[in-house]
């Protein structure tokens, strides 16, 4: 039996030209980037102060435990079962005011107050200047800016009666309204100012008389919240 030898000739590949494609393909030389030495030993000294500073807050949140302080985040705000009471009493009556919410929890304004400020430090509630009265509202993004002003004006009771007189039927004229509410024509005027700022009410003028009407688009608010 006799073995045939084959001739092979070795060249060298393609790829081991530095630059140059294999099956022509586009290559792009990417270079370098090279930190300076600087800049490396300013990131390694951060690291090490972020560490020391995790470090100390550690133990500042050991000794206040072992001295029997303990610290309010997020997850245990509402642990406190006044702070509780007076969030759920937020979240079910939107727009209330501290008076309202000190009648209603029987806690003191001056404790109220404390933590009425943990739960908006927490983000558990929201803030809204009512032309100077201050109203609190749940911070879930429930209620956008334009819903907070129709609530906050339900809340006065004056603006509560008239929306309910016009509402019904049986009023629906500034001089009417007076008369029924109990008021000079120049109070219901003022009301009527606010109301018609939130878009509540709408008015359409007949000859001498001004006519009110409620604004459809917020009935259902209205429905919940008068």
């Known amino acids: ?3 045939e030898a084959t001739e092979y000739t ?16 586009d290559v792009q030389i990417v270079e370098d ?18 560490s020391i500073i995790d470090v100390i807050l550690y ?29 759920t009493y937020i979240k079910t009556k939107p727009g209330a005011c501290i008076g309202e919410i000190v009648e209603k929890t029987g806690l003191g304004r001056g404790k109220v107050r404390h933590h009425i400020t943990i739960l908006e430090v927490q983000n558990k509630i929201e803030v809204h200047n009512d032309g100077g009265k201050i109203r609190y509202f749940e911070n879930n993004s429930t209620y956008d800016e334009e819903e907070i002003k129709i609530i906050s004006a339900l809340q006065n009771i004056t ?17 009417a309204l007076a008369h029924e509410i109990g008021v000079s024509r120049a109070t219901i005027s003022w009301y009527m ?14 000859g ?4 009110y009407r409620i604004n459809p688009s917020y009935e259902n608010l209205i429905e919940k919240y008068g």
């Open 1 to 3: 039996m006799t073995a």
């Open 33 to 50: 980037t090279v930190i300076p030495y600087w800049q490396f030993l300013l990131w390694l000294a951060a690291m090490q102060i972020l």
């Open 59 to 87: 133990f500042t949140k050991l000794i206040f435990v072992v001295l029997g302080f303990k610290i309010i985040d997020t997850e245990n705000v509402l642990d406190n079962s006044n702070r509780s009471s007076i969030y």
């Open 10 to 25: 070795v060249s060298p590949f393609p790829s081991d030209k530095f630059g140059e494609s294999v099956a022509g393909e």
């Open 193 to 206: 100012r606010t109301l018609k700022e939130v878009e509540l009410i709408n008015e359409e003028r007949k």
């Open 159 to 175: 603006n509560q009666r008239i929306v309910s007189e016009i509402q019904n039927g049986k009023c629906n004229t500034n001089s």
């Open 208 to 211: 001498k008389n001004i006519i």
